[in-house]
């Protein structure tokens, strides 16, 4: 479906899990419930990122933090999916979330904190990072999901930024609160906060299409050098950059199973699309497509190809003036 690109790609995860998807008949707090599915897979936005890019025809290289048997787990499942990996090892146990789904679409998400992290291992980390983005002689892309684990300083996502700059690549970064705050003073390529966390960001509700071009708009200016807004079902506004025009995209209704990892389906055909150097049409039919067709997915990121082909012509597409 899609052309294979020789440009390097990387997916940092500075706070990786392990994704539990379990289902129950009904879901009881205070009682008993008795599980009747478990899944468990590799997690964590950096690990979802990577595998669209695989459905994509990308070879990503994984480098985030791995400890304990989870973090075993998680390198172990990520190898059998083809994805290249670069550990840093930690001494604390990688994280485990867990996504309940019961039998009436209700869906509550648990989210461990991830543990602290010592210093000698950060710096191992962006070292790590170092190397990576230096060995190429071409420009490629990163992209640094999710998180960051309790106790981290939150400046690392702008120092990760700025090194990527200084090594030539792109950076598409996909985090919210002060990280991305800070992040954005070293222009960030790309971002994709959702409505809450732009809101955040920008000190205004978003809530018709006029605030949607604002907020879009005002991340741009705060420093992003491309942004989109993710708004849930009404899909997303994307402004290229500064100057440029601002476009809704939103797919057709699916039956969703899950909406989780169906932003990181987003990013990473943003990413893809940049990289193909695709025309604005079709970046947006196939990030708005992804990002359906992650709904349909049996676990978070492990889209099927044939599903983003039969949704992209369903995508609507929408410049706000």
């Not at 002689?137 to 700059?165: C, E, R, W």
């Not at 792109?170 to 409505?195: M, Q, V």
């Not at 009404?234 to 025009?245: C, E, L, N, T, Y």
């Amino acid at each position: 479906m899609l052309n294979r690109l020789a440009n390097p790609f990387w997916c940092v995860s500075a706070n990786p899990a392990i994704d539990k998807r379990v289902r129950v008949s009904t879901l009881i707090p205070g009682r008993v419930n008795r599980i009747s599915e478990l899944r468990a897979a590799p997690g964590g936005k950096a690990a979802h990122v990577a595998m669209v890019l695989r459905t994509l025809g990308v070879d990503p290289l994984w480098i985030g933090f791995a400890g304990g048997l989870t973090g075993t787990q998680l390198l172990d499942g990520l190898l059998a999916l083809g994805i290249r990996v670069q550990p840093v090892t930690t001494n604390v146990d990688t994280r485990v979330n867990l996504e309940i789904i019961d039998d009436h679409g209700g869906v509550t998400e648990l989210l461990e904190p991830g543990l602290p992290i010592g210093d000698k291992e950060w710096n191992s980390c962006l070292e790590t990072c170092n190397k990576a983005f230096s060995e190429p002689a071409i420009s490629g892309i990163v992209i640094a999901s999710g998180s960051l684990p309790t106790g981290a300083d939150p400046a690392f996502y702008a120092k990760l930024t700025t090194l990527v700059h200084q090594r030539g690549h792109k950076i598409f970064l996909d985090t919210s609160g002060e990280p991305l705050r800070l992040a954005l003073a070293a222009a960030p390529d790309f971002i994709k906060p959702n409505r809450e966390e732009t809101e955040w960001l920008i000190g205004e509700t978003i809530h018709d299409t006029q605030s949607w071009k604002n907020a879009a708009n005002r991340l741009v200016q705060l420093g992003a050098r491309s942004a989109i807004v993710s708004l849930g079902e009404d899909g997303f506004v994307w402004q290229a950059g500064v100057g440029q025009d601002t476009y809704h995209a939103r797919s057709s209704s699916v039956a969703i199973t899950s909406s989780v990892g169906c932003g990181d389906a987003t990013v990473a055909a943003f990413a893809y699309a940049m990289s193909a150097g695709l025309s604005v049409e079709k970046t947006l039919r196939l990030a708005a497509a992804c990002g359906a067709a992650n709904c349909l997915a049996d676990s978070p990121g492990r889209l099927r190809e044939a599903d983003v082909k039969s949704l992209e012509p369903l995508v609507t597409i929408e410049k706000l003036t």
